[in-house]
């Protein structure tokens, strides 16, 4: 029969059995935070499931094209062949920018209910009951937006992209095109680059919405994303007609928009697919990355406070 040290996590093994070992193992300190993420994964399948989705969705949407227009799918021929309306690497960027909208408006929705539903549902009583910190607890819910929502848009990206590329160089050889122009005009593993570093950019210069809305959720009694919206919109409102300015709106404009300080200039406004115009030293030396993650911080603890003197509803 298995003892509770073969059950739980970390437990030390009992010394009241015969052959058992006498030393205690004390768990790692990290252990709580890894089994609340593993929690967090557990009871939150929208985490992978909406990203699955959106790439089910363009994967059908570009097999209709390529069944039905086969002329105007932007992946075959090339820039020195037949002239499209959009560039050969079209597919691809879209991939990109639909995947990284899915993950952004998941961890919009997620960080809102991620400390609200445990109230409504009044599951939180049980969890405050186990030796998990308040601080662990938020930790691991800040954890999924800005490390594990990454990751899994970049895999499921790469995968579609995949995809699309082997689809493409089907049909380039069924219709005897050159496979060599197709690689030529689509820079493949350059534009993974490109997808996994606007990925970990996304997370990090979006940390004040997460920690924003993991404050809202943890503090709102219901309707949490009319709370996250309403009062910066009043603060809009009422700069406008008080002092006829809109600086509170460009900020928070600002922060919603794509972080052009990540990029050089000549990729400002268009698709980016080479990594030269990678510029990692000018985003981790603006200012508004580093007002951001400060706010995000501070949001954050203010949420660890707030759950643990907030009642369940």
Known sequence: MSSPSDIVPGAAPRADLPGRATASVAPTPTRPFFWSVRRELWENGSIWIAPLSAAGVILVGFLLALANLPGRVPSFGGRGGVRHALPPEAPYGIVAVV?????????????????????????????????????????????????VLPIVAFVVAALTQG???GL??????ASGSKLAALMTDVPFFSMLGVLAY??????????????????????????????????????????????????????????????LAAFSAPAQGRMVIDLGVLDPVGFLTSPGLWLGLAAGAGFAAAAVWVRRYRDPI
């Open 198 to 259: 606007t990925a970990a950019v996304v997370a990090i210069w979006y940390a004040p919405v997460w920690g924003w809305c993991l404050l809202v959720g943890a503090w709102a009694r219901r309707v949490a994303f009319l709370w996250a919206v309403a009062p910066p919109l009043a603060i809009c409102v009422i700069e406008r007609i008080a002092f006829g300015s809109s600086f509170f709106a460009h900020l928070i404009g600002s922060r919603l928009n794509p972080p």
């Open 99 to 147: 995947l990284l909208v899915t993950a952004i408006i998941v961890g919009v929705f997620y960080c809102l209910g991620a400390l609200n539903a445990e109230r409504r549902d009044r599951t939180i009583l049980f969890w405050k009951s186990l030796p998990v910190s308040d601080l662990t607890t938020v930790a691991a819910k800040a954890f999924i937006p800005l490390v």
């Open 163 to 165: 995809v699309i590329l």
């Open 168 to 173: 493409s160089a089907a049909s380039a050889a």
